[in-house]
Structure formats: C-alpha cells, structure tokens
C-alpha cells in the first residue's frame, strides 16, 4: 500500500495546480477519476482571463494570479499564456444605473471605459444595431490558454516527482489511526491529508469522507460554436456581454461561440447539452447578431459549482481532521488557479499566506469551509 503526505482527489486545473505547489515539499499522489484530466469543467470553459468580473472576492484572487500568468515559471509553457482580446460590455438601454456600477469595478490597472454605441458596433459588426443602447470597453481581459496552463501544472507535478493516477476512481475513503485509507480503482493508498479537489463532486467526496456538505450547488451552462456572417473577419473582435442577463459571444478560431450564461442546478454529471437550451439560444443568436445557423452547430455544456457567497472554498475541515476543502470555483476556476494553489498549499501546510496574496487583502476567514455551515 502506497503511502504518501497528500492525496489530492480530482486533477482539473484547481487540482493539478494545488499538487504542483504541493510537491514542492511534500510526497503528493494526484487521483482522477477520469482517463482524461480536467475533462468535466476545466475543458469546458470560455477562456477568458477577467479581473473585474466576480464577488469582490474573486476579483482580488484573480488579480494576485496575474503575474504568474503573464510571467510564469521558466519552463512552464512553451507559449504565452495570455493573449490580447478586450471585453465589450452592452446594454440594451442608456439607463444609467447599470452603467455605473459596472465602470465602479475598474481599476487603475484594469479601468472600463464608457464608449458610444458607434465604436461598439465598429468594435462587434456582428451585432444588430438595434439591440445595442449604450456600451463599455474593458481593454484588461485577456483570452486564456486553458491547456497550456493545466498541461503546464501536470507536467510541473510529474517533473517535481509527483504521481498522478488517471481512471482511478475514488470508492472508499476512511480515516484510521490518525491517517487515511483510499481505494482509487484497485490501488489501495495511505495518506496523512485528503485535499477535496473534487469539483462538483466535492460534497460527494466529503461525505464519502464522513464530512457534512458545504452545500455545493453544480450548475450547468450550454454553448454552442458556430460560422459566422460571411465576409466577416471574427478574429479580432472582442468579447460581447451583454449586461443584466448576461449572454456573452466570443471569437473562436474564425468562428463565434455563444452562451446564454444560463445556471440550471443539476447534479453532479458528464453535462450534456439540452436540446431545449440550444433551440432558445440559436434564437437569441439570431435576433441579436447578423449570425444565421444554417447547420447545426457544435455544443458543449460543462459545470459550475458554487456555495451559497459563489466563493470558493479553501481550509481544513473544522469537523473531519485532515481533510482539505478546494471546491467551489465557479466558472472563475482557471483565473484563480495560481493564487488559490497557494493559498491552499501554505494552509495545508501549517504555513501563513504569501506576503503578496495577504497584501491583496485576501483573508482565509472568506474562505474557510465553516463558513459554509453557519
């Protein structure tokens, strides 16, 4: 029986980057049910690097990540991780209430400018000039390298001497004299701590661990990818949100990918897209761009979990020893990974947050898993 300091359950980018952090100084085993990691929610995500976007919260942890993004350890990746895209904001009216409050979340690394309808529509010529009323331009979002990043902390793992199991299901998790006892698929495997990188599982794996839930919710949301107008070049053009409901477009290799950015609570699964959801967002695609589906496009739905603030959580349970909570990301998983990867690594540990991520104003007290069972 294979013995190590962690085991961390799920390797998705959240438990991919916390068991490279990891193993800097401790034995870890990384444990995946899958064959492939990060198939559920990591592979299905929308790209973007957004630092204003999210709970005041998110905002401060995804700021603290950017530097490991724009900079990243030497070897890491063997291209860029960021690359320039910008984010267009649009209301349907000029009422100006919304429009504040979304100006209030820029900063002075990451400012959002109001802009008139006419650059908006220069800006997005696939949009309907009349579902445009009024506009903002955030020039800070970037897209994102979603497989450089996870592929760079795996490999980073493996490099530092870590053991990753793949199609390993976790099936049996109990705590005896002081230490935990794993089954994951046939191998039976010891560990001092269980780090719960679980995803939308999370609730599952801690019950499995003889923990109550933090009240995780999964919720699924659907996107489909499609041609564009012909004669239109789509490479350049920003993202589209659409503020209040918050639809969004986004350029995807020459072609346009689009969500409703619907939440529909589901349980845990391998999400599937709903007919229903794809007829009600192809009409909406419709009525708001010059887009025309004249085929049927590829669709995709994955997973956002959430607790109750949409904060994640991160920290040991208060009830079970040695289990570590790392769920809860939401659809902010990837921008966070850097900074949460280390704060979970020095609070597993024993050690005190990073001087640059306590500066940020980040608190473990946000974050902890008893928060979630006031």
């Not at 935990?180 to 039976?188: N, P, V």
């Not at 499609?226 to 072609?255: C, I, N, S």
């Not at 007919?275 to 085929?295: F, G, Y």
């Not at 009830?319 to 597993?348: D, K, N």
Request: with cysteine; aromatic share 6%.
């Amino acid at each position: 029986m294979a013995t190590y300091d962690f085991a961390v359950i799920g390797a998705g980018v959240s438990g991919a980057s916390v068991a490279y952090e990891l193993q800097n100084e401790a034995s870890v085993v990384l444990i995946e049910a899958e064959a492939q990691p990060g198939y559920h929610s990591t592979g299905r995500s929308a790209a973007l690097y957004t630092p204003n976007f999210g709970p005041s919260v998110v905002r401060r942890l995804n700021a603290a990540g950017r530097r490991f993004f724009e900079e990243p350890p030497e070897g890491f990746a063997e291209t860029p991780l960021l690359s320039p895209r910008g984010a267009l904001t649009i209301f349907k009216t000029d009422d100006e209430a919304p429009i504040a409050a979304l100006l209030a979340n820029g900063t002075a690394r990451d400012p959002i400018h109001r802009i008139s309808v006419a650059e908006a529509l220069r800006l997005a010529p696939v949009l309907r000039p009349e579902a445009v009323g009024a506009a903002c331009f955030e020039p800070g979002v970037t897209d994102m390298d979603v497989a450089a990043i996870h592929q760079g902390f795996l490999r980073g793992f493996r490099q530092r001497g870590g053991t990753l199991r793949r199609a390993q299901p976790v099936t049996a998790l109990v705590r005896v004299d002081g230490e935990w006892r794993l089954t994951a698929g046939d191998e039976e495997i010891r560990a001092a701590t269980v780090v719960n990188a679980a995803g939308a599982w999370g609730d599952v794996l801690g019950r499995m661990a003889g923990a109550r839930p933090v009240g995780l919710v999964p919720k699924r949301r659907t996107a489909l990818v499609t041609e564009g107008p012909d004669g239109l070049d789509l490479h350049a053009m920003p993202l589209v949100e659409f503020a209040g409901d918050a639809p969004y477009l986004k350029p995807d290799g020459g072609r346009l990918m689009a969500s409703l950015a619907d939440e529909t609570p589901v349980e845990p699964q391998d999400a599937q897209p709903d007919d229903m959801d794809i007829a009600v967002l192809v009409d909406w695609l419709e009525s708001h761009t010059h887009v025309t589906v004249r085929k049927a496009p590829r669709t995709w739905a994955g997973l956002r979990s959430f607790v109750a603030d949409k904060n994640p959580v991160v920290g040991f349970d208060p009830e079970q020893p040695g289990l570590f909570w790392l769920v809860g990301q939401g659809g902010y998983g990837i921008m966070m990974s850097p900074t949460l990867a280390r704060i979970a690594a020095a609070l597993a540990t024993g050690r005190r947050l990073p001087a640059d991520i306590a500066a940020a104003g980040i608190d473990p007290a946000d974050l902890a898993p008893d928060r979630c069972r006031a």
